[in-house]
């Protein structure tokens, strides 16, 4: 059975960039989480999908990050004007509700040059 | 505001050794706990969780963990380690229908 997929594993992008990561959950999967982890730390949460709404994005930092999930499977993160300060490994989560354990991919890697 | 407080950041054991890693959570209402694992190059897993019923929880690999309401804590224990062990642990609680809240993870040593 796969798990969590994400794409790219590894992104080195200019400052100011344009940038957008994906995210494959597991079939069946309703919820949808996105975090970021910098170095040292834990998890941070993002933003948070119950099929294709989000509901809670209440983590992201500010307007330059979206995320969407259009048909209620595959979700993406889209940075704009990408900064220094965005480099850190963003990771995915689905779990089958969202009163239920979650399942996290392996991270893309976001190193802003 | 709501947090996980993880007090090792990094544990250093020979095989064999006990171990206990602590964990605090500040929350006032009804939470789910859990504690991930990750390993050296690998994704973050699952090693187990509390939603309710017997404190007392065990997790793969011969992990347990005690939810304790009143300290609110879920310390992480194994009898023995093996060198296999070494990784970074997280300890997260979620409330109903929210997203994880992680500590900050401690960093597992084990020599042979």
């Known amino acids: 059975g796969a798990g969590v997929s994400q794409t790219p594993s590894n992104k080195v992008t200019e400052k100011g960039k344009y940038v957008e990561l994906r995210c494959d959950p597991i079939s069946g999967h309703t919820a949808l989480y996105w975090y970021r982890q910098s170095l040292g730390q834990g998890p941070e949460f993002l933003i948070y999908f119950q099929g294709t709404g989000a509901a809670d994005d209440s983590g992201l930092p500010n307007d330059r990050f979206f995320a969407v999930r259009p048909e209620g499977s595959v979700s993406t993160l889209k940075i704009q004007r990408t900064e220094r300060g965005d480099s850190a490994v963003y990771l995915c989560a689905s779990s089958l509700t969202d009163q239920s354990e979650q399942y996290f991919g392996p991270g893309t890697r976001l190193t802003v040059t | 505001a709501q947090s996980v407080s993880q007090h090792n950041h990094h544990v250093i054991l020979s095989e064999a050794a006990s171990l206990e890693l602590g964990c605090n959570y500040s929350y006032g209402g009804t939470v789910n706990l859990f504690w991930y694992v990750q390993y050296p190059g690998q994704h973050l897993q699952l090693l187990l969780k509390?939603?309710?019923?017997?404190?007392l929880v065990k997790g793969i690999k011969g992990f347990e963990a005690e939810f304790i309401k009143s300290k609110f804590s879920f310390n992480l224990r194994k009898p023995s380690v093996q060198w296999s062990d070494t990784a970074e642990y997280f300890c997260a609680f979620s409330t109903a229908g929210t997203a994880l809240i992680f500590g900050k993870g401690t960093t597992l040593s084990v020599s042979s």
């Open positions: 509390y939603f309710s019923g017997d404190p």
